[in-house]
């Protein structure tokens, strides 16, 4: 059998492993035996329990994956968009650009 990678999977589907996990184990199943029939490693079958032990139903559901949008930005919305609207508006001659938009040195 052929594990799927946890990072392939939308948050609803992790959700809902760890939540298989969650009831195998309130029923009494022991640990060993949960990886075996669901597939997935040790330490996640591990980590899924103690945060259901920690904080409950709600503690299980995946947080949110990579970077908020815009986090690390060096201009502003603001900016970007008048630097946006300029190039569209504009040749690179009117804007006293030597080059080109397109080539290497831009």
């Known amino acids: 059998m052929e594990k ?3 990072r392939s999977q939308t948050l609803e589907q992790l ?3 760890r939540k298989q ?4 184990y309130r029923q009494g199943t ?9 597939g997935l490693s040790y330490p996640t079958v591990r980590g899924a329990i103690d945060l259901f032990e920690a904080g409950g139903w709600g ?3 995946p947080a949110v994956r990579g ?3 815009g986090d690390g930005r060096v201009l502003s919305q603001a900016q970007e968009d ?3 609207r300029l190039i569209i508006d504009k040749r690179p001659e009117q804007l006293k650009m030597d080059f ?3 080539s290497r040195v831009a």
Request: hydrophobic letters at 50%; glycine letters at 0%; charged letters at 25%.
């Open 82 to 84: 008048t630097i946006q």
């Open 30 to 38: 022991k640990i060993m035996q949960i990886v075996t029939m669901t």
């Open 4 to 6: 799927e990678s946890a």
């Open 100 to 102: 080109s938009l397109w």
């Open 21 to 24: 996990v969650v009831r195998l």
């Open 59 to 61: 503690a299980i559901r």
């Open 15 to 17: 959700h809902e492993r």
């Open 67 to 69: 970077r908020a949008r």
